[in-house]
């Protein structure tokens, strides 16, 4: 990576350090700074990736918002299209490979997938979104403060990471 590329990957960190900070929503965030950054991926992912945050309807026990975010991003670029149903492509063998580089950095770093188990490792303990209370524990042990929001950054860097070394060009 050049100076320029590891440049690019801190403002991108950044970015979606900042929007989950700012908006939540961590898939989005995700998509969104890299949406600032890349050509190639459209409003309509980022819609259709808002109820994966927290785990999925922020229920916890799915993959984390952020990780999907990512996946949607890098499926953006190699994903199957529509017509290529029943086809064994080469972008599909592509997608799952890069899919997974990021999938394995993010649980090796995290301890798992699901939004519950990355709360555990980086906020001691798992809460429920949907309890006022506990969503007020949330906020106080840093979800939004610095939490969640390195998780997105760094979910975001990485997918960049990938993109770049795919040969995906970042916006002039």
Same mark, same amino acid.
């Given at each position: 990576?050049?100076?320029?590329?590891?440049?690019?990957?801190?403002?991108?960190?950044?970015?979606?350090?900042?929007?989950?900070?700012?908006?939540?929503?961590?898939?989005?965030?995700?998509?969104?700074?890299?949406?600032?950054?890349?050509? @190639?991926?459209?409003?309509?992912?980022? /819609?259709?990736?808002?109820?994966? &945050? %927290?785990?999925?309807?922020?229920?916890?026990? #799915? =993959?984390?918002?952020?990780?999907?975010?990512?996946?949607?991003?890098?499926?953006?670029?190699?994903?199957?299209?529509?017509?290529?149903? @029943?086809?064994?492509?080469?972008?599909? /063998?592509?997608?799952?490979?890069? &899919? %997974?580089?990021?999938?394995?950095?993010?649980? #090796? =770093?995290?301890?798992?997938?699901?939004?519950?188990?990355?709360?555990?490792?980086?906020?001691?303990?798992?809460?429920?979104?949907?309890?006022?209370?506990?969503?007020?524990?949330?906020?106080?042990?840093?979800?939004?403060?610095?939490?969640?929001?390195?998780?997105?950054?760094?979910?975001?860097?990485?997918?960049?990471?990938?993109?770049?070394?795919?040969?995906?060009?970042?916006?002039?």
């Amino acid at each position: 990576m050049t100076k320029k590329d590891q440049q690019l990957l801190e403002e991108i960190y950044k970015r979606a350090y900042e929007y989950e900070a700012k908006y939540g929503a961590c898939p989005q965030a995700v998509l969104a700074a890299l949406q600032d950054f890349f050509d @190639g991926i459209d409003d309509q992912v980022i /819609k259709a990736v808002h109820a994966f &945050a %927290g785990g999925g309807a922020l229920c916890g026990e #799915g =993959t984390c918002g952020a990780l999907a975010g990512g996946l949607a991003a890098i499926s953006s670029y190699y994903g199957r299209e529509r017509s290529e149903f @029943g086809q064994k492509t080469a972008a599909r /063998k592509k997608n799952f490979s890069y &899919a %997974g580089q990021l999938q394995q950095k993010f649980n #090796g =770093t995290f301890g798992g997938t699901s939004c519950r188990q990355v709360q555990e490792n980086v906020l001691g303990r798992s809460y429920n979104m949907w309890d006022p209370e506990e969503y007020q524990e949330f906020e106080k042990a840093g979800g939004h403060k610095d939490k969640c929001t390195n998780v997105s950054g760094q979910v975001a860097r990485w997918t960049a990471e990938i993109l770049l070394e795919k040969g995906i060009e970042p916006k002039k």
